[in-house]
Nanobody
Framework: QVQLMESGGGLVQAGGSLRLSCAAS????????MAWYRQAPGKQREFVAV???????RYADSVKGRFTISVGNAKNMVFLQMSSLKPEDTAVYYC??????????????WGQGTQVTVSL
């Protein structure tokens, strides 16, 4: 299992940008893909973005074209660059190391989350 810790959340005006970071206890992509999820109060946690060791990525329709997931050169950090932020992006953002993505054996290791608040 991978231990993860998010940082970089905060308060930002609508239309602004924010960069989230997720530090891993060791080298990521040891059989995992790395993903970002978010959860707003009273709502279920939802998928935001995912990337694998090959560098390909996919995004939720709600963030596509605005958010970018990337991995640091040392491969022990994953980032989420968020641009053109909207109030509906307000949520606690979580990073996850996912083993067996899209399979019945799927397992996730979660960070503790970082709060992103987008004001009007």
């Amino acid at each position: 299992q991978v231990q993860l810790m998010e940082s970089g959340g905060g308060l930002v005006q609508a239309g602004g940008s924010l960069r989230l970071s997720c530090a891993a206890s060791g080298t990521i992509f040891n059989g995992n893909v790395m993903a970002w999820y978010r959860q707003a109060p009273g709502k279920q946690r939802e998928f935001v973005a995912v990337t694998g060791s090959g560098g390909r990525a996919r995004y939720a329709d709600s963030v596509k074209g605005r958010f970018t997931i990337s991995v640091g050169n040392a491969k022990n950090m994953v980032f989420l660059q968020m641009s053109s932020l909207k109030p509906e992006d307000t949520a606690v953002y979580y990073c996850a190391a996912v083993r067996g993505w899209g399979t019945v054996e799927e397992q996730r290791s979660w960070g503790q989350g970082t709060q992103v608040t987008v004001s009007l």
